[in-house]
């Protein structure tokens, strides 16, 4: 669950626990969509999403090479952990067979 009481989609939480592996880096959406397998039209509608609760902070880069614009670049917050393990713990136990597929 989050902090608005909502459950976080799959996506959402795997979003959350990229940057969560991480959680000092500033990562930008192509680098997160490597490590998620999301595409962008999923991806930065998230992003967002998450940086407007207050889950990930976001930051416009400067290009270390000249020419190239600045990229947006996130990181996880308190509050995207603390909604990452309040999902994790609402999350029912695998059963037996589950756990054996």
């Known amino acids: 669950m989050t902090t608005s ?14 940057l969560a592996l991480n959680p000092q880096s500033w990562l930008y959406g192509l680098e997160i969509a490597a490590t998620t397998g999301l595409k962008s039209g999923s991806l930065y509608p998230i992003l967002i999403r998450l940086a407007e609760r207050g889950m990930l ?5 400067e290009p270390g090479i000249p020419g190239r614009p600045p990229r947006h670049a996130y990181r996880i917050t308190a509050a ?7 999902a994790a713990a609402a999350r029912p136990a695998a059963s037996p067979k589950e756990s054996l597929a």
């Open 5 to 18: 009481g909502r459950r976080l989609s799959a996506q959402t939480a795997t979003v959350l626990t990229a």
């Open 57 to 61: 902070e976001s930051q416009w880069l």
């Open 80 to 86: 995207g952990k603390a909604a990452l393990r309040a």
